[in-house]
C-alpha cells in the first residue's frame, strides 16, 4: 500500500511466537474484570504480494511468503498510521484477520491470520536503512507497534475486490453487512477493524460461484 498509512514489509522473523494454528474460530477473550465475556474483534489487514522496492528495500509479501517463515509466523511492521496502529494495539491473541493482497494486479482476500503475539515496538523505526525509518520515535517512547501473526489458512477460494465491491454496492442500497465496509469507506488503511456481520458474510461468500 502507497503513502503513509502503513502496510506489512519484507522482514525477517524475528520469532517469539509459538502459538499453535488450532481452529479457524475466533475465541472469546475476557472483556471485563468481573467475569463478563465478550467476542473479540475482527480486522483486514493489508499486504503487497509483487515486489515493488521502496528506498532500496522490496516490501513485497504475500500470504505465501507468510506460509514460507517459521511456524508460518511472522512480525506485521511498517504501520506508519495512527489509526492502523491503534488497530493493532487493539488487537488480543487468537484474533483472526483476512490476508488482504493490494497494490496489485489481482487485489481481494487471499486467506485467514491470527494475532499471537500482542503489539509491541515496531523495531523498524529505529533502523535507519529501512524505508520505514522514523527519526522522530524514540526507543523510551516508541510511536509504532507491531504484531506477530500467524498462517491459518487459504481462502476455500480467493475473494477478489471487484465481488466484495459489487456485494459493498448493493448492500448500501438493501442495507446488507458490507454496507459500511471500512475497505470501501477509508481505503487507504492498511489495518481495518470488521464487524461480525463483515467477517462471516465474506467467510460465506467462499461457499459460493462469483457471479
Not at 85 to 102: K, T
Not at 121 to 143: A, G, I, L, M, V
Not at 190 to 196: G, I, K
Request: hydrophobic share 30%; proline share 5%; net charge neutral.
Amino acid at each position: 500500500m502507497k503513502g503513509p498509512e502503513g502496510k506489512r514489509s519484507k522482514t525477517k522473523n524475528l520469532g517469539g511466537a509459538s502459538a499453535q494454528v488450532e481452529s479457524s474460530s475466533l475465541q472469546r477473550t475476557p472483556a471485563s474484570e468481573d467475569g463478563g465475556e465478550a467476542l473479540g474483534s475482527y480486522w483486514l489487514m493489508k499486504s503487497e504480494p509483487e515486489s515493488r522496492l521502496e528506498k532500496g528495500v522490496d516490501v513485497k509479501f504475500s500470504i505465501e511468503d507468510l506460509q514460507a517463515q517459521p511456524r508460518q509466523t511472522t512480525c506485521w511492521d511498517g504501520v506508519r498510521n495512527y489509526q492502523a496502529r491503534n488497530f493493532l494495539r487493539a488487537m488480543r491473541l487468537d484474533e483472526e484477520a483476512f490476508f488482504y493482497h493490494s497494490n496489485c494486479r489481482a487485489p481481494g482476500i487471499a486467506g485467514l491470520v491470527k494475532i499471537v503475539k500482542e503489539a509491541y515496538p515496531d523495531h523498524t523505526q529505529f533502523e535507519k536503512n529501512n524505508p520505514h525509518y522514523d527519526s522522530s520515535s524514540k526507543e523510551d517512547n516508541p510511536k509504532w507497534s507491531m504484531v506477530d501473526v500467524q498462517f491459518v489458512r487459504m481462502m476455500k477460494r480467493f475473494i477478489p475486490l471487484a465481488e466484495l465491491r459489487a456485494h459493498h454496492q448493493a448492500h448500501k442500497a438493501s442495507g446488507g453487512p458490507l454496507k459500511n465496509m471500512a475497505l470501501f469507506t477509508h481505503q487507504r488503511l492498511s489495518v481495518q477493524r470488521l464487524t461480525r456481520e463483515e467477517f462471516d458474510f465474506i467467510l460465506s461468500l467462499e461457499e459460493k460461484e462469483p457471479s
